[in-house]
Nanobody, 114 residues
Framework: VQLVESGGGLVQPGGSLRLSCAAS????????MSWYRQAPGKERELVAV????????NYADSVKGRFTISRDNAKNTVNLQMNSLKPEDTAVYYC????????WGQGTQVTVSS
């Protein structure tokens, strides 16, 4: 099983980034996919989630209206489009797959700074 995140980096406040997570080794379409983040000295928090069937989404209040999660079950990928980024969005972002098991990626750093 692998979850490989990409797309992180340094961006100025107000900018955008698109994170991607490529999944392999399990039946991707059956899993609920989520993005979490962890800032230094803070607990890991749920950012966005998308269901396996129907693609319903839910977001943390802090990112509603700015972030969009999407999935492509044909390509086994889940994406997080992040717009209007703020310094408080700085964190390591992790991809998560959950059904009867729970899988994590290695994380990708997002830094929002001028």
């Amino acid at each position: 099983v692998q979850l490989v995140e990409s797309g992180g980096g340094l961006v100025q406040p107000g900018g955008s980034l698109r994170l991607s997570c490529a999944a392999s080794g399990f039946t991707f379409s059956r899993y609920v996919m989520s993005w979490y983040r962890q800032a230094p000295g803070k607990e890991r928090e749920l950012v966005a989630v998308i269901t396996s069937v129907g693609g319903s989404t839910n977001y943390a209040d802090s990112v509603k209206g700015r972030f969009t999660i999407s999935r492509d079950n044909a390509k086994n990928t889940v994406n997080l489009q992040m717009n209007s980024l703020k310094p408080e969005d700085t964190a390591v972002y992790y991809c998560n797959a959950r059904m009867n098991r729970n899988y994590w990626g290695q994380g990708t750093q997002v830094t929002v700074s001028s």
